[in-house]
């Protein structure tokens, strides 16, 4: 039967052949298929995801998520000579930001890190849970 003759559900299921062997009752599958991909990802070109992030970040600050804590950004190297926008803390987070995970923000450093690494007064200190003895 060639596959011009054969019904969408044939042409879909593996190739079975029956065996020469002489084992009787079975019949062997060919699986020569590829598998299909359970998450399949979008193809992102690296140069132009690093020049549309530097264009959100230069001279801007950022956000992790939906804190409201407001972290410098500091450009830390990605692939080859690309780099990508980070905390300049180096707060943690999960992901590259392609997925809105770091936004971009005019309001002003709010992390004591932050604040502290690029030279700005530390701001309002801490202030106590309770009076000490």
Known sequence: MS???????EAAAPACRKPTDGTAGR???DVTAQPLPLFPAPQTDPVSFAGTQHELFTGMNLRIGRSDTVHGVAWRPWI???TLPTPSCHQGW???G???ELVATDASVTCRKCRRILGLDPGRQQIPLFDLP
């Open 3 to 9: 596959t011009v003759d054969r019904t969408p559900r």
């Open 27 to 29: 019949i062997l599958v």
């Open 80 to 82: 080859n000579e690309l």
């Open 94 to 96: 999960s992901g590259l």
């Open 98 to 100: 392609a997925a809105g």
